[in-house]
């Protein structure tokens, strides 16, 4: 099963605040776990990911934290702040042994609001 | 910054009509790739793309999709006979390599496809 799950689907957090978005996926030949971050009218664009060899990635506020025996990871975004308001997308691809390109598998994006 | 551009941003077509989504990737990549994304739902994964052949495709990608690198700069994405349910936004990408490994995916900012 190809499936990555993300919750919730929507997301309001005060400025200051810590939001929490989770993704679980199924399918155990994945081994990288991007988060994009889309504003309207915008394609995705790459917030931050891990690969299963650790457990957290931190980059500034932004940070995964990956459970790879529950098969679930998630982003927290530390002091939120009003340009954080966004579509987040959780996504996975396994490694293509044949050297060729993977195809990410997206979850269904959590639209996170930041209120002053 | 070098980034991948799409033409047009916007194209409305009849039902059944030829259209062609035309790509510009970062330079030095390697590896494109076709995603679309209904309004509201979550970007799926089309087609992928390597040393001018397909390398991976999804369910969606059928018969009526095709890609094609005609020159050492664009990427294109041709569907053959548009269905109304073909109506998204989608998105190019481009990878450097793979490595073995995914590489960070660019996404482009997308064409609007309306099939009336």
């Known amino acids: 099963q190809q499936q990555v799950k993300q919750s919730p689907q929507s997301l309001i957090v005060q400025k200051g605040g810590i939001s929490i978005i989770n993704c679980a996926y199924e399918n155990t030949a994945f081994d990288y776990f991007p988060w994009y971050q889309q504003f309207p009218g915008k394609g995705p664009a790459l917030l931050i990911a891990?690969?299963?060899?650790?457990s957290e990635k931190k980059e500034g506020r932004f940070t995964i934290s990956f459970n790879k025996s529950a098969k679930q990871f998630s982003l927290h975004i530390m002091d939120s702040q009003p340009g954080d308001s966004a579509t987040y997308f959780c996504?996975?691809?396994?490694?293509?042994?044949?050297?060729?390109?993977?195809?990410?598998?997206f979850g269904k994006g959590t639209h996170l609001i930041i209120q002053p | 910054e070098p980034e991948v551009t799409q033409t047009p941003s916007h194209q409305v077509t009849q039902m059944g009509q030829e259209v062609i989504l035309r790509c510009v990737p970062i330079s030095n990549h390697l590896y494109f790739y076709w995603y679309r994304q209904i309004l509201g739902q979550k970007v799926e994964f089309l087609v992928s793309?390597?040393?001018?052949?397909?390398?991976?495709k999804s369910e969606i990608f059928d018969d009526q999709f095709s890609v094609e690198r005609p020159d050492g700069s664009n990427f294109t994405l041709k569907i053959r006979s548009t269905k109304l349910e073909d109506s998204a936004m989608y998105f190019c990408a481009s990878s450097e390599s793979n490595r073995g490994r995914t590489d960070t995916q660019y996404f482009g900012p997308g064409t609007r496809l309306t099939v009336l």
């Open positions: 891990i690969r299963p060899d650790v």
């Open positions: 996504a996975a691809s396994e490694t293509y042994s044949g050297g060729g390109a993977d195809g990410l598998t």
């Open positions: 793309f390597y040393n001018n052949e397909i390398s991976e």
